[in-house]
């Protein structure tokens, strides 16, 4: 399965990127919420997102947004990560129209058991 | 305690309170006695946890650990440098950045510290900032010597 990941600290990249490697994803890594977009856009792109909420400039809940207005293509399944984790947090995280809310340190089997059926 | 039961080769477990450290190298442990909020514990930094969460693969843990150097350092000046001018959303971005690093890093009590940075940030409370932009600065310096030796260990 190919998945993108957007997070702009290089060592969370690393590990996210090669963690889900190791899983058998596919991984298309961006560094800011831009990049994502703008690969999130292509005719060809992954169907399934992770993406940091907290990045400089365009953080991932603008990407969740943007993504839900864009009805031309297929649905893509967003998934935010962040390590802020009050009830507060993610109630506003799922607000912005993400699927599903995880918090750092990220689990490769609680993305694998929230991705199973997509 | 399940710590007792996968413990790995060269790390160790401190009595009582589940903390691993390398082996060979000085342990501490202390209650921070500046900070009078959050529930900082004796200063930890959980190996055996994240060596399991890596599947015991030390080469990774090496990569990770230099890019760590690297950037901790340098998060934690945009942190100070933002607390001197003020600028509270940066000062928020750079304790959030530090906290996820250390938290997937397994530091648990110096991610515990940006934490609390990243909330008295958050809130603009001036008379909390230079005391927890000091406690993290504290168990950022009791974690990167661990590090170096962590380095040193593995090639």
């Known amino acids: ?118 | 305690m399940d710590g007792h039961k996968n413990q790995s080769q060269g790390a160790s477990l401190l009595p009582g309170c589940g903390v691993i450290v390398a082996e060979g190298h000085e342990t501490r442990t202390y209650m921070e006695e500046n900070s009078p909020r959050g529930s900082l514990q004796p200063s930890q930094w959980d190996l055996q946890e994240i060596l399991e969460r890596f599947d015991g693969d030390e080469e990774f843990l090496r990569e990770l650990l230099l890019i760590f150097q690297q950037d901790a350092k340098k998060s934690l000046e945009n942190a100070r440098e933002a607390l001197a001018e003020h600028n509270y959303p940066a000062l928020t971005r750079a304790a959030y950045t530090l906290k996820g690093t250390l938290k997937n890093l397994a530091m648990k009590a110096a991610a515990q510290a940006a934490a609390n940075l990243e909330d008295a940030a958050r809130k603009e409370s001036a008379t909390e900032l230079e005391n927890d932009l000091r406690v993290l600065d504290k168990e950022m310096n009791e974690l990167l010597p661990h590090v170096e030796a962590r380095l040193g260990e593995v090639k």
């Open chain 1, 1 to 118: 399965m190919r998945i993108l990941i957007a997070e702009d600290d290089s060592l969370s990249r690393t590990l996210l990127e090669r963690t889900l490697q190791r899983a058998g994803y596919d991984v298309v890594a961006t560094a800011d919420g831009s990049e994502a977009l703008q690969e999130l856009m292509r005719q060809d792109s992954p169907r399934l997102a992770l993406l940091d909420w907290v990045m400089p400039e365009k953080d991932g809940m603008w990407v969740c947004q943007e993504v839900r207005q864009r009805k031309d293509q297929a649905y893509t399944y967003l998934i935010l990560l962040s390590s802020r984790e009050s009830k507060q947090d993610i109630v506003f995280g799922l607000e912005a129209d993400a699927d599903v809310y995880l918090t750092k340190p990220f689990d490769v089997d609680e993305l694998k058991g929230e991705t199973a059926h997509r």
